[in-house]
């Protein structure tokens, strides 16, 4: 069965605040799938929670799930991907990535960046954490950081983050680095990071993602929409593009030191 179907077919035993969320779904379905929890839920004037029940009783895991459901229902697949225009699909694709770069001077402001930076350079410890297809990201950000003189751990396993997460103080910095803003398992690292009032740095390339809410700063791009949905293939470039804007200005503060040492260490592994 359908999932616009069945939300048709079980509109009747919705509560009122769950029809609010169906309607805006059944009248704009691709409008729907583009948004996060958080848009859907303020757009139909509803809790993050009501959004998840409505998920449920429409056979759904949860609310990832059901916007991959939905994407595959309506036709967002690689018809709609193609990015071969006039110019030719190397262009195109090129073209779009670079829009992607451009656009982030106007979303994650000069004002955002050096408080970013300044979290950073006044932590003790730094411990950037990610999920899935992320955690590469968090791996190369901390050794970065570490290059650069910071004590900066990443873990690759969640058992490990929460060990680390857990000894945190008012002194530490946790990075939180996720492309959709809703990874349960960074929600989890910054809710026990705040507990341990440890600062919060939020890195993502999802407008209005649940995860905003709980960092102290957030820096926050945009992908190529339409790809947001399709797990595999969404980019990663505005992450990339922000963690070299942070690491290019803090590069610029650094003077002499383990990060200029640990330079010249790397340096004796290479002809």
């Not at 009122?16 to 729907?32: F, G, M, Q, T, Y």
């Not at 929670?49 to 990832?64: N, P």
């Not at 983050?161 to 960074?186: C, E, F, P, Q, R």
């Amino acid at each position: 069965m359908q999932l616009l179907n069945t939300i048709k077919k079980r509109y009747s035993g919705f509560y009122k605040a769950e029809r609010r969320v169906a309607d805006l779904i059944l009248s704009e379905p691709e409008k729907a799938v583009s948004m996060v929890i958080t848009e859907l839920a303020d757009q139909s004037g509803v809790s993050e929670a009501t959004v998840l029940r409505l998920c449920r009783k429409i056979d759904c895991e949860g609310y990832s799930q059901f916007r991959l459901k939905l994407a595959n229902e309506i036709g967002l697949n690689k018809s709609q991907l193609s990015f071969k225009g006039a110019e030719g699909a190397n262009e195109s694709i090129f073209g779009r990535l670079s829009e992607v770069i451009k656009n982030l001077s106007s979303q994650v402001t000069e004002t955002q960046l050096e408080a970013a930076q300044q979290l950073i350079t006044s932590s003790t410890l730094i411990y950037v954490v990610a999920t899935g297809n992320t955690i590469p990201l968090a791996q190369e950000f901390a050794f970065r950081l570490s290059r650069l003189g910071k004590r900066a751990f990443a873990d690759s396993h969640m058992e490990g983050n929460i060990k680390n997460v857990n000894l945190a103080t008012a002194s530490d910095l946790v990075i939180g680095i996720s492309h959709g803003g809703d990874s349960l398992s960074v929600i989890q690292m910054f809710e026990l990071a705040k507990e341990r009032k440890a600062k919060r740095l939020l890195i993502c390339g999802t407008p209005h993602a649940p995860l905003s809410k709980l960092a102290d700063i957030a820096l926050v791009g945009e992908g190529i929409v339409e790809l947001q949905c399709n797990p595999g293939v969404s980019t990663h470039i505005s992450e990339y593009a922000i963690i070299d804007a942070l690491v290019f200005g803090l590069f610029c503060q650094t003077e002499s030191g383990a990060g200029k040492d640990m330079d010249l260490m790397i340096s004796t592994t290479k002809v």
